[in-house]
């Protein structure tokens, strides 16, 4: 993705999951991606859980710093997350992931967002984790 292009739904799907290898391997599927707004849903495979079979507080994390990120991308274009705090309030367990991410805070420098991941069973969602993050757009460096 180019650092002035912001992220569309369709680039994500196309271009930045594809080429996101872990991104791609927890078969992430993108369904929001606008004004600061992203949602996405990864599937809760038996390879993604712990030992008392909830997914992983990893799994967990990455869905919710993609949210974050992908939300902060449709504003500012290519960001990488500088920092997040996470807070896992459930097990995770059921049929997928859902991260919603959302721009609280967006400048040319720096992108404040939260997020929220439910664990989904039918169709219940169950509030598993919070997040808070802190997003820098990402500028290439300067040819010398």
Known sequence: MDDRQVATLEMMRDQVIPNSPFTAFLGTEITV???GVAELEVSIRKDLTQHHGFAHGAIVGCVADN???WAAASIVGD???TE???HLLAPAVGEKLIGRGRVLKASSRLVIAAGDVHAVTGEKEKHVATVLATIIPVTKPAKS
């Open 33 to 35: 991606c606008s004004d």
């Open 67 to 69: 949210a974050c990120t």
């Open 79 to 81: 960001v990488v997350t």
């Open 84 to 86: 997040y705090k996470l």
